[in-house]
């Protein structure tokens, strides 16, 4: 599963860096989190709710953070575990100024195992991006809002 | 893990006292034709299910210029009303007889693409979405109601209800481009309501199916046609606006490249068919 995409902030890159490490920021923003807890340095652990059309499932996430050259660039390297099957992966993302707000690009590879995998990989690619995006849009509505407070 | 509960209420009510009873956990199906496959394949693995086919939201009726529709009113209910051609179109060009006496127009709404046929009808209606929660019901346009591919804007605690459908006057049009002539999936659905007068377009609304992550209106090519008598350039800007708003995906029915030029080719084909024209080909 290959995912690829870029999404524009209006908060400057500080800000979105600093809030992709945030576990309670996380929580918020992460489409059906249930749980997050930093674990380590950069190391997270959460549980994911995802309740889509006649498949609900509980996730188990790991996830930490590599290559971390704040406010600029990181990687995300992880494993999403339940009944239905598990992914293991890597993404990382670029962000860059642009204007007052912030451009980010991001990519991953992922390997599908288990029941999931019977899934057309372009399906679990296309519901992937969308989770993204909605996550992504979140995390820019809430610290759209941070500022104005 | 198998399914070890299955509730089947009797109401609304207790079907939302289920819901809240065992949490977001709880697979709320209708007809059952999007998760019972999943299912049986072992693609979904769900502990408790909750069927709603006994919960009282089965009626299609007419009230005053609406039309209520139930979220488990079945596709062939549909087929049988006569208030909203379109609608009945619709629902007897998806899937089978046998598919169409199980699957619910709730259903169709979170079907994912190239399904939702009814969806895009009902999206070209303008129909709006009444949704139950434990603060009570609310309602919003459909347009509001997709989020994203496979994700909607109900909470976890909310079900649907009811599709409320406006029995505007205008003309309708409704093609379904598969494969086959018949019980086969979308490469494109296209749906449309206009009204005119003496041929010019006063205000339409045309919505596509299969070629986007949920169904989408294509307000540029809808802004295009409206004040137009349908003149063959506006057309043929309104279909090249229409593929370029088209986000189809890649699936066993279709390439994303061939679903985009389809988009264009039956968006013409349904502005012809509007405007009382015979189709030319693209």
Not at chain 1, 125 to 138: F, K, N, P, T
Not at chain 2, 64 to 81: K, P, S
Not at chain 2, 182 to 190: D, F, G, Q, Y
Not at chain 2, 235 to 260: G, K, Q, T
Request: charged share 20%; glycine share 10%; hydrophobic share 45%.
């Amino acid at each position: 599963m290959r995912i690829q995409g870029s999404h524009r902030f209006t908060a400057p890159p500080e800000a979105v860096f600093a809030a992709v490490r945030d576990p309670a920021v996380l929580l918020a923003v992460i489409p059906g989190c249930e749980q997050v807890a930093e674990v380590a340095p950069d190391e997270y652990e959460g549980r994911i709710l995802l309740r889509l059309p006649g498949a609900i499932g509980s996730y188990r996430t790991h996830v930490r953070l590599v290559d971390v050259e704040p406010p600029v660039r990181a990687g995300l390297e992880g494993r999403v575990e339940g009944a239905m099957g598990t992914v293991d992966g890597r993404a990382d993302f670029v962000l860059a100024p642009a204007g007052t707000g912030t451009a980010m690009d991001y990519r991953g590879d992922g390997r599908i195992a288990g029941p999931l995998a019977r899934l057309d990989s372009r399906f679990a690619e296309r519901l992937a991006g969308s989770l993204i995006d909605q996550g992504l849009r979140a995390l820019d509505a809430r610290l759209a809002m941070e500022d104005h407070e | 893990m198998t399914v070890s509960s299955y509730f089947l209420p009797a109401s609304v009510p207790e079907a939302l006292g289920l819901l809240g009873e065992h949490g977001p956990e709880l697979l709320v199906i209708a007809g059952g034709t999007v998760a019972m496959p999943l299912i049986n394949e072992g693609i979904s693995l769900p502990g408790r299910v909750m069927g709603l086919r006994r919960a009282g939201l089965d009626r299609v009726e007419r009230a005053g210029a609406e039309l209520r529709v139930g979220a488990t009113a079945t596709l062939t209910q549909l087929v049988g009303q006569g208030d909203v051609p379109l609608l009945a179109e619709a629902a007897s060009r998806t899937a089978s007889w046998s598919v169409r006496n199980m699957a619910t127009v709730g259903g169709n709404l979170f079907t994912p693409p190239p399904g939702g046929d009814v969806a895009t009808a009902l999206l070209a209606l303008d129909a709006r979405v009444v949704v139950a929660g434990p603060a009570g019901e609310r309602t919003l346009p459909l347009t509001a109601f997709w989020t994203g591919f496979m994700t909607t804007a109900l909470a976890s605690d909310e079900l649907v209800t009811s599709i409320i459908v406006p029995l505007d006057e205008g003309r309708t049009a409704f093609l379904k481009f598969g494969r086959r002539r018949a019980n086969t999936p979308a490469v494109v659905t296209v749906a449309a309501h206009a009204t005119l007068e003496h041929d010019r377009v006063v205000s339409i609304r045309l919505a596509l199916g299969a070629a986007a992550p949920h169904p989408v209106r294509l307000t540029r090519a809808e802004a295009v046609v409206a004040g137009s008598s349908l003149e063959p350039a506006v057309i043929d800007e309104a279909a090249a606006l229409a593929a370029e708003d088209a986000d189809p995906v890649a699936d066993a029915v279709a390439s994303d490249w061939y679903r985009r030029r389809m988009t264009g080719v039956f968006v013409r084909r349904i502005l012809e068919q509007l405007a009382g024209r015979a189709g030319r080909d693209a």
